[in-house]
Nanobody
């Protein structure tokens, strides 16, 4: 098990920014692919971004150019910097850890945080 705890969510106006953090405890995340997903009410959980062990990053088309995923293995933490936020970004954001599988698939991730709410007002 890799306990993951997200923080940094909140209410922001459209065009604003937030930085989400995901802290792991008890086990290093350096060997995992780490990802961010989000789930809006009534919708399926969807891929947002992922970062590999070597630091390669991948993004959903809907956030490309606005969001940046990064990791600090010395702090056992993954970040999601979100800029130019839109109302359609409103969702619960989840951090997740993967050992193998497709980076943008929920099924590839074995470890999940409890989620943090992001609300973007228009």
């Amino acid at each position: 098990q890799v306990p993951l705890v997200e923080s940094g969510g909140g209410l922001v106006q459209a065009g604003g920014s937030l930085r989400l953090s995901c802290a792991a405890s008890g086990r290093t995340i350096s060997t995992y692919v780490m990802g961010w997903f989000r789930q809006a009410p009534g919708k399926e959980r969807e891929f947002v971004a992922a970062i590999t062990r070597n630091g390669y990053t991948y993004y959903a088309d809907s956030v490309k150019g606005r969001f940046t995923i990064s990791r600090d293995n010395t702090k056992n933490t993954v970040y999601l910097q979100m800029n130019s936020l839109k109302p359609e970004d409103t969702a619960v954001y989840y951090c997740a850890g993967s050992v193998s599988g497709s980076l943008d698939s929920v099924r590839a991730y074995a470890y999940w945080g409890q989620g943090t709410q992001v609300t973007v007002s228009s």
